[in-house]
Protein backbone atom coordinates (compact mmCIF):
# COMPACT_ATOMS: atom_id res chain seq x y z
CA UNK A 1 0.00 0.00 0.00
CA UNK A 2 1.49 3.27 -1.14
CA UNK A 3 -0.20 7.06 -1.14
CA UNK A 4 -1.43 9.37 1.56
CA UNK A 5 -4.66 9.67 3.35
CA UNK A 6 -5.61 13.24 4.14
CA UNK A 7 -6.83 13.00 7.43
CA UNK A 8 -8.90 15.74 9.33
CA UNK A 9 -7.70 15.24 12.80
CA UNK A 10 -9.89 15.72 15.91
CA UNK A 11 -9.26 17.93 18.95
CA UNK A 12 -7.35 16.36 21.91
CA UNK A 13 -5.71 13.57 19.99
CA UNK A 14 -1.82 13.92 18.83
CA UNK A 15 -1.25 13.47 15.50
CA UNK A 16 1.07 10.41 16.51
CA UNK A 17 -1.70 8.70 17.50
CA UNK A 18 -3.62 9.55 14.41
CA UNK A 19 -0.46 8.00 12.12
CA UNK A 20 -0.48 5.06 14.59
CA UNK A 21 -4.06 4.14 13.79
CA UNK A 22 -3.05 4.13 10.47
CA UNK A 23 0.11 2.27 10.18
CA UNK A 24 -1.86 -0.32 12.27
CA UNK A 25 -4.85 -0.44 10.23
CA UNK A 26 -2.91 -0.76 6.42
CA UNK A 27 -0.27 -2.64 8.74
CA UNK A 28 2.60 -0.40 7.01
CA UNK A 29 4.88 1.86 7.66
CA UNK A 30 3.64 5.20 7.72
CA UNK A 31 4.57 9.01 8.65
CA UNK A 32 2.37 12.92 8.52
CA UNK A 33 3.17 16.19 6.79
CA UNK A 34 3.41 18.63 9.72
CA UNK A 35 2.70 17.78 13.47
CA UNK A 36 -0.64 18.95 14.30
CA UNK A 37 -0.67 20.19 18.07
CA UNK A 38 -3.06 18.01 20.19
CA UNK A 39 -5.51 20.87 20.80
CA UNK A 40 -5.65 21.69 16.59
CA UNK A 41 -7.78 20.27 14.10
CA UNK A 42 -7.74 20.13 10.87
CA UNK A 43 -5.45 19.00 7.96
CA UNK A 44 -3.26 15.96 8.63
CA UNK A 45 -1.38 14.35 5.14
CA UNK A 46 -0.42 11.34 6.37
CA UNK A 47 2.35 8.98 4.26
CA UNK A 48 1.30 5.31 3.35
CA UNK A 49 4.36 2.96 3.24
CA UNK A 50 7.19 4.42 0.55
CA UNK A 51 4.83 7.73 -0.06
CA UNK A 52 6.72 9.17 3.18
CA UNK A 53 9.56 9.54 0.74
CA UNK A 54 7.72 12.67 -0.88
CA UNK A 55 7.87 14.91 2.15
CA UNK A 56 11.09 16.73 1.25
CA UNK A 57 9.34 18.05 -1.94
CA UNK A 58 6.61 18.78 -0.24
CA UNK A 59 7.49 20.45 2.72
CA UNK A 60 7.61 24.09 1.50
CA UNK A 61 4.04 24.03 0.17
CA UNK A 62 2.13 26.58 1.16
CA UNK A 63 -0.48 25.91 4.51
CA UNK A 64 -3.67 27.78 5.74
CA UNK A 65 -4.92 28.10 8.84
CA UNK A 66 -8.13 29.29 10.32
CA UNK A 67 -6.58 30.12 13.98
CA UNK A 68 -8.20 32.54 16.89
CA UNK A 69 -6.08 34.34 19.55
CA UNK A 70 -6.67 35.58 22.98
CA UNK A 71 -5.22 38.48 23.93
CA UNK A 72 -4.25 39.62 27.81
CA UNK A 73 -3.13 36.83 28.76
CA UNK A 74 0.45 34.11 28.02
CA UNK A 75 1.12 31.10 29.28
CA UNK A 76 4.35 28.78 28.86
CA UNK A 77 3.39 26.91 25.89
CA UNK A 78 1.27 29.92 23.78
CA UNK A 79 -2.19 28.33 24.08
CA UNK A 80 -4.76 28.13 26.05
CA UNK A 81 -3.59 24.74 27.33
CA UNK A 82 -0.37 25.92 29.15
CA UNK A 83 0.02 27.48 32.34
CA UNK A 84 -0.79 30.67 33.05
CA UNK A 85 2.60 33.06 33.12
CA UNK A 86 1.57 36.81 32.91
CA UNK A 87 -2.03 38.86 32.07
CA UNK A 88 -2.69 42.33 31.54
CA UNK A 89 -5.86 45.09 31.19
CA UNK A 90 -4.37 46.30 28.04
CA UNK A 91 -6.10 44.85 25.22
CA UNK A 92 -5.98 45.67 22.03
CA UNK A 93 -8.97 47.11 20.04
CA UNK A 94 -9.80 45.77 16.32
CA UNK A 95 -8.36 48.81 14.37
CA UNK A 96 -4.70 48.29 16.66
CA UNK A 97 -5.01 44.46 15.57
CA UNK A 98 -5.39 45.34 11.74
CA UNK A 99 -2.78 48.35 11.95
CA UNK A 100 0.17 45.33 13.13
CA UNK A 101 -0.91 42.70 10.77
CA UNK A 102 0.98 43.98 7.91
CA UNK A 103 4.45 43.89 9.95
CA UNK A 104 3.94 40.02 9.71
CA UNK A 105 3.48 39.63 6.29
CA UNK A 106 6.57 38.08 4.09
CA UNK A 107 9.82 36.83 5.65
CA UNK A 108 10.08 37.07 8.99
CA UNK A 109 12.22 36.13 11.87
CA UNK A 110 10.75 33.84 14.34
CA UNK A 111 11.40 31.91 17.56
CA UNK A 112 9.34 28.97 18.25
CA UNK A 113 7.59 27.43 21.51
CA UNK A 114 10.28 26.17 23.83
CA UNK A 115 6.79 23.37 23.96
CA UNK A 116 7.47 21.85 20.07
CA UNK A 117 9.03 19.20 18.44
CA UNK A 118 12.52 21.31 17.71
CA UNK A 119 15.80 19.53 18.26
CA UNK A 120 17.93 21.03 21.26
CA UNK A 121 21.18 19.14 21.56
CA UNK A 122 19.68 16.20 20.07
CA UNK A 123 15.81 16.40 22.64
CA UNK A 124 12.82 17.43 21.66
CA UNK A 125 12.23 21.21 23.33
CA UNK A 126 8.81 19.83 24.64
CA UNK A 127 10.60 17.87 26.77
CA UNK A 128 12.97 19.77 28.33
CA UNK A 129 10.21 22.43 29.13
CA UNK A 130 8.66 19.62 30.78
CA UNK A 131 11.59 18.71 32.86
CA UNK A 132 11.40 22.32 33.38
CA UNK A 133 15.49 22.86 32.09
CA UNK A 134 16.27 26.06 30.68
CA UNK A 135 17.15 26.80 27.47
CA UNK A 136 16.89 29.18 24.20
CA UNK A 137 15.83 28.43 20.65
CA UNK A 138 17.01 30.39 17.71
CA UNK A 139 15.10 32.69 15.54
CA UNK A 140 14.87 30.98 12.36
CA UNK A 141 13.24 32.53 8.98
CA UNK A 142 9.80 31.80 8.65
CA UNK A 143 7.10 32.97 5.62
CA UNK A 144 3.98 34.51 6.02
CA UNK A 145 1.78 35.15 3.08
CA UNK A 146 -1.35 36.56 4.17
CA UNK A 147 -3.07 37.11 7.48
CA UNK A 148 -6.59 38.03 7.12
CA UNK A 149 -8.74 39.93 9.92
CA UNK A 150 -12.08 37.40 10.12
CA UNK A 151 -13.16 39.34 13.36
CA UNK A 152 -13.95 38.91 16.98
CA UNK A 153 -14.94 35.47 18.23
CA UNK A 154 -15.59 36.59 22.31
CA UNK A 155 -14.15 38.69 25.08
CA UNK A 156 -10.52 39.53 23.80
CA UNK A 157 -10.75 36.87 21.43
CA UNK A 158 -10.16 37.37 17.55
CA UNK A 159 -10.04 35.32 14.52
CA UNK A 160 -7.42 35.22 11.50
CA UNK A 161 -6.77 33.28 8.30
CA UNK A 162 -3.21 32.69 8.03
CA UNK A 163 -1.31 31.61 4.20
CA UNK A 164 2.09 30.70 5.56
CA UNK A 165 4.66 28.27 4.54
CA UNK A 166 6.50 25.02 6.25
CA UNK A 167 7.89 25.78 9.41
CA UNK A 168 5.60 28.64 10.62
CA UNK A 169 4.24 28.23 14.31
CA UNK A 170 0.92 29.81 14.70
CA UNK A 171 1.22 29.90 18.10
CA UNK A 172 4.50 32.44 17.77
CA UNK A 173 2.39 34.53 15.93
CA UNK A 174 -0.26 34.82 18.94
CA UNK A 175 2.83 35.73 21.01
CA UNK A 176 4.43 38.51 19.05
CA UNK A 177 1.74 40.19 17.78
CA UNK A 178 0.41 40.38 21.84
CA UNK A 179 4.00 42.06 22.37
CA UNK A 180 3.83 44.19 19.01
CA UNK A 181 0.83 45.73 20.38
CA UNK A 182 2.33 45.98 24.30
CA UNK A 183 -0.49 43.46 25.09
CA UNK A 184 -0.19 39.76 25.55
CA UNK A 185 -1.74 36.86 23.53
CA UNK A 186 -2.04 33.09 23.32
CA UNK A 187 -3.65 30.65 20.55
CA UNK A 188 -6.85 29.71 21.32
CA UNK A 189 -7.94 27.77 18.75
CA UNK A 190 -6.45 26.12 15.37
CA UNK A 191 -7.56 24.82 12.28
CA UNK A 192 -5.65 23.85 9.76
CA UNK A 193 -7.85 24.60 6.27
CA UNK A 194 -5.27 22.90 4.02
CA UNK A 195 -1.88 22.04 3.38
CA UNK A 196 -0.26 21.96 -0.27
CA UNK A 197 -2.52 20.33 -2.32
CA UNK A 198 -4.62 18.38 0.62
CA UNK A 199 -7.79 20.65 1.63
CA UNK A 200 -10.37 19.96 4.16
CA UNK A 201 -13.13 19.64 2.27
CA UNK A 202 -11.97 16.48 0.79
CA UNK A 203 -10.37 15.19 3.93
CA UNK A 204 -11.85 12.02 5.91
CA UNK A 205 -12.36 12.46 9.78
CA UNK A 206 -10.84 10.28 12.32
CA UNK A 207 -13.76 8.51 13.24
CA UNK A 208 -15.02 7.52 10.03
CA UNK A 209 -11.33 6.30 9.05
CA UNK A 210 -11.31 3.97 11.77
CA UNK A 211 -14.97 2.87 11.52
CA UNK A 212 -14.67 1.74 7.89
CA UNK A 213 -14.39 -1.84 6.47
CA UNK A 214 -13.05 -0.09 3.19
CA UNK A 215 -10.00 2.46 4.41
CA UNK A 216 -8.02 1.57 1.02
CA UNK A 217 -10.70 4.13 -0.46
CA UNK A 218 -9.43 7.01 1.10
CA UNK A 219 -5.89 6.21 -0.31
CA UNK A 220 -4.87 9.15 -2.47
CA UNK A 221 -2.45 8.52 -5.06
CA UNK A 222 0.88 9.38 -4.59
CA UNK A 223 1.24 11.36 -7.71
CA UNK A 224 -1.24 13.91 -6.22
CA UNK A 225 0.58 15.58 -3.73
CA UNK A 226 3.79 16.26 -6.00
CA UNK A 227 3.17 18.71 -9.10
CA UNK A 228 6.59 18.67 -10.54
CA UNK A 229 6.52 18.52 -14.65
CA UNK A 230 5.68 15.02 -15.83
CA UNK A 231 8.55 12.84 -17.65
CA UNK A 232 7.87 9.15 -19.32
CA UNK A 233 10.77 6.70 -19.81
CA UNK A 234 10.98 3.53 -21.09
CA UNK A 235 11.09 1.05 -18.44
CA UNK A 236 14.51 -0.48 -19.56
CA UNK A 237 16.27 2.66 -19.38
CA UNK A 238 14.55 3.22 -15.66
CA UNK A 239 16.10 0.03 -14.53
CA UNK A 240 19.78 1.18 -16.00
CA UNK A 241 19.14 4.26 -13.98
CA UNK A 242 17.87 2.99 -10.99
CA UNK A 243 21.01 0.05 -11.12
CA UNK A 244 23.25 3.30 -10.77
CA UNK A 245 23.87 3.79 -14.51
CA UNK A 246 23.44 7.28 -15.29
CA UNK A 247 23.91 8.48 -19.03
CA UNK A 248 23.00 11.42 -21.08
CA UNK A 249 19.88 11.39 -22.66
CA UNK A 250 19.23 15.01 -22.92
CA UNK A 251 16.63 15.93 -19.68
CA UNK A 252 16.57 19.68 -19.27
CA UNK A 253 17.60 20.20 -15.95
CA UNK A 254 14.65 20.27 -12.85
CA UNK A 255 13.02 18.13 -10.60
CA UNK A 256 10.35 15.87 -12.56
CA UNK A 257 7.46 13.33 -11.91
CA UNK A 258 8.32 10.35 -13.03
CA UNK A 259 6.54 7.55 -14.54
CA UNK A 260 6.80 4.44 -16.69
CA UNK A 261 4.47 2.21 -18.49
CA UNK A 262 3.17 0.64 -15.51
CA UNK A 263 2.43 4.39 -13.15
CA UNK A 264 4.37 6.50 -11.00
CA UNK A 265 8.28 5.85 -10.37
CA UNK A 266 9.12 8.94 -7.93
CA UNK A 267 10.93 12.00 -7.85
CA UNK A 268 13.72 12.86 -10.61
CA UNK A 269 16.21 15.17 -10.77
CA UNK A 270 18.26 15.60 -14.00
CA UNK A 271 21.27 17.26 -14.39
CA UNK A 272 23.45 18.09 -17.64
CA UNK A 273 21.26 15.51 -18.95
CA UNK A 274 21.26 12.68 -16.48
CA UNK A 275 18.81 11.93 -14.82
CA UNK A 276 18.69 10.60 -10.92
CA UNK A 277 15.67 9.24 -8.91
CA UNK A 278 15.37 10.78 -5.71
CA UNK A 279 12.47 9.28 -4.11
CA UNK A 280 11.86 6.25 -5.11
CA UNK A 281 8.62 4.71 -4.42
CA UNK A 282 7.88 1.45 -5.79
Not at 163 to 182: F, P
Not at 250 to 259: F, L, S
Request: proline share 4%; with cysteine; charged share 30%.
Amino acid sequence: MTGFINVNKPKDVSSAKVVAAVKRRFSTPCGHMGTLDPMATGVLPIGIGKASRLFPYLVDKVKVYRAEFLFGVSTDTLDVTGKIEKTTENVPSESDIKSVIPQFIGEIDQVPPKYSAKNVNGRRGYKLAREGKDFTLNARRVRIDDIEYLGQTGENAFSFRITCGGGTYIRSLARDMGENLNSLAVMSSLVRESSGKFDLDAAVSFEEFLSSEEPEKYVIPADFAVDYEKLFIHQSRAKKILDGVYEDYGYKDGVYRVYVQDGFLGIGEAKDGKLRIKAYIR
